[in-house]
């Protein structure tokens, strides 16, 4: 089993990216989701309180909570996969992808997908889900707090670097590549 983890600061293309995996029928676990579900399970808005609840989670079960809660629905996901893939959407602390290196080993490659900011306000702006698309400043908030969990760190480490400044189908095809395991580490 391959473990393709991705990081990217909002509108980079990780979506898409995942979008790409989804195509060629690997599985694509969004680390979001595991904040989303414990919103629910507390009784609160996920669109309201993402980032309130992964700061609590963190805080009450240590800085790789997210990453420990993420690791069985991974192994579930590659358990149920046609192939031999699975695609990890949404690293965002260091010890997030110390964690998964430590569980995967060498069949985990962290991909970093960047874009300049304004490209990415544009491409949030365009797709209308969230208040960054209307407020640059509310976008630089958000790219503060995803920096503060060692985001840009965790982009530093990764094992290729994708930047996503061209078309779409250049980008896809790139994606589709490193799915495939067309890519070397490194590329």
Known sequence: MRVIGTVG???SGKGEAAAVAED???PVVTMGDVVRAECRDRGLDPAQHHGEVARVLREEHGPAAIAE???PVIEAAADGADGDAVLVDGLR???ELERFRERFGDAFTLVAVTAP???RAERLG???RDDSDVDVEALRDREE????FGMGEVIDAADVTVENTGTLAAFRER???????ATEVGE
Do not use: K, Q, T
């Open 24 to 26: 060629a029928n690997v």
């Open 145 to 148: 707090r995803e920096l503060g």
């Open 69 to 71: 809660r993420s690791i």
């Open 93 to 95: 602390a260091p010890v």
């Open 9 to 11: 600061l909002p509108g």
């Open 117 to 119: 900011f304004d490209l």
């Open 126 to 128: 365009a797709r209308g």
């Open 175 to 181: 994606i589709r590549g490193i799915v495939a395991g």
